[in-house]
């Protein structure tokens, strides 16, 4: 199995779940800039021209990181990444999922565009990203994981997303819960390991 990826982007939730899940794959590095890999054009992997792209050993792709999450969790079942189908717990963890894909992942993602300027982007987070912050602080001073007890393929991604903010100068110190949250997932083998894989491929492709 391969998982196309860049550094410090949003291929590290689906690589932490693969860790989690203790599925061995290779990871290839895609230069954003000219779309390409060592294999070559990467449009070809995917016209979308996104990471991460999760390339299977029949040679199917899966792409959007929200549905490969959910993927490996359903492919994985012992490795208890989601709630089972049917329950109203699974239904939780699918908002979760797509709040952290459509609000919080393309909200950061206002804060590192080229097209936008410091201006803007500041009164978009004051104005944008703060109640989402304050939401999932709130969240997080009564739950240990997003889903509360249970680590789950939500937690992989909102630790990938929340980890961009010293990226684009956003300070989280004063959500008390986040940081106590970041910290606590910093501990995690499965996100160890992640971060470790992507510093030893960014170094090698
Ligand atoms: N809809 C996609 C979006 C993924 C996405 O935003 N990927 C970014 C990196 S975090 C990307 O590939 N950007 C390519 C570029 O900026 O050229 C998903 O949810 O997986």
């Not at 196309?4 to 690589?15: D, I, M």
């Amino acid at each position: 199995m391969k998982l196309y990826y860049a550094p410090g982007s949003c291929g590290l939730a689906s690589q932490i779940a693969l860790q989690e899940a203790g599925q061995k794959y290779e990871l290839v590095k895609v230069d954003f800039k000219t779309k390409t890999t060592i294999e070559g054009d990467y449009r070809k992997v995917t016209p979308k021209g996104f990471i991460p792209v999760l390339k299977l050993d029949d040679g199917d792709m899966i792409t959007e990181g929200a549905v490969i999450l959910q993927w490996i969790a359903d492919k994985n079942p012992a490795s208890k990444l989601l709630p089972a189908f049917g329950t109203r717990e699974r239904y939780t963890a699918l908002e979760w999922l797509n709040f952290i894909a459509s609000d919080l992942h393309k909200g950061m993602g206002v804060m590192f565009s080229s097209f936008i300027d410091p201006d803007t982007k500041k009164r978009f987070a004051d104005g944008n990203l703060t109640s989402k912050f304050e939401y999932i602080d709130e969240h997080l001073s009564t739950n240990d994981h997003v889903l509360g007890a249970q680590f789950s393929v939500a937690d992989a991604y909102l630790y990938n997303v929340l980890s961009w903010s010293p990226r684009v100068n956003l300070d989280l110190s004063i959500y008390k819960s986040i940081q106590q949250y970041m910290a606590r997932m910093e501990q995690r083998l499965s996100i160890r390991a992640a971060l470790e894989a992507e510093r030893q491929a960014a170094a090698t492709q």
